[in-house]
């Protein structure tokens, strides 16, 4: 049996990576090294993302829960009106016949009154209340877009830096960079709104 030739594995090791680093090995680390940033930060705004639009959507449910309340309130309302104006309908029968009228329906049509304002300020302020949750799901809203463009931008980064890896283009790695950059800004931007 012929000898097998031997082969000095630790002087091909070293061949190949000196031609890695002759082909761009240090340019791939660097991109390798920033690509993973990329990705964290798009992990950071794509969370920001379903955080703000899940507390803008529970704001939305609870302005609709205080609307209902609200609708409640001026329901009351109207009832109490309706009661006040059978009182007035009982207490002009009484003078249509040339009668005094008992002083218990003047008394109740003031009573009704009254409780009409109570219930009246109650419904407001419910509809205040409504209102600001909803100015605060809007903006969270905003918030939510400007977190999810930057997720957006990142992916593309991504994306470019994956293709100045295969193709050991500088170029497009300094693009994938100035991608990644303004998904940083945005991000920043959208954190300090």
Do not use: C
């Not at 803008?56 to 329901?75: F, Y």
Request: charged share 25%.
């Amino acid at each position: 049996m012929p000898e097998e030739p031997e082969i000095d594995l630790d002087k091909l090791h070293e061949e190949i990576h000196e031609e890695l680093e002759k082909e761009g090995g240090s340019l791939l680390r660097r991109i390798a090294l920033t690509t993973a940033l990329l990705a964290g930060f798009a992990a950071i705004a794509a969370l920001k993302a379903g955080a703000t639009v899940n507390e803008a959507l529970m704001l939305r449910t609870e302005a609709a829960r205080v609307q209902s309340e609200a609708s409640d309130q001026w329901a009351f309302y109207q009832a109490k009106g309706l009661k006040a104006a059978v009182e007035e309908a009982s207490r002009t029968s009484w003078l249509a016949i040339g009668k005094e009228p008992p002083p218990e329906y003047a008394e109740k049509m003031a009573r009704y009154a009254e409780e009409q304002k109570e219930i009246q300020k109650k419904a407001q302020e419910k509809e205040k209340d409504r209102d600001e949750k909803v100015a605060e799901s809007d903006h969270l809203l905003h918030s939510h877009h400007g977190f999810a463009n930057a997720v957006a931008i990142f992916q593309v980064a991504i994306a470019l830096g994956a293709v100045a890896a295969l193709t050991r283009n500088r170029a497009v790695w300094l693009g994938s960079l100035a991608l990644g950059v303004g998904g940083l800004v945005l991000l920043a931007t959208t954190i300090l709104r």
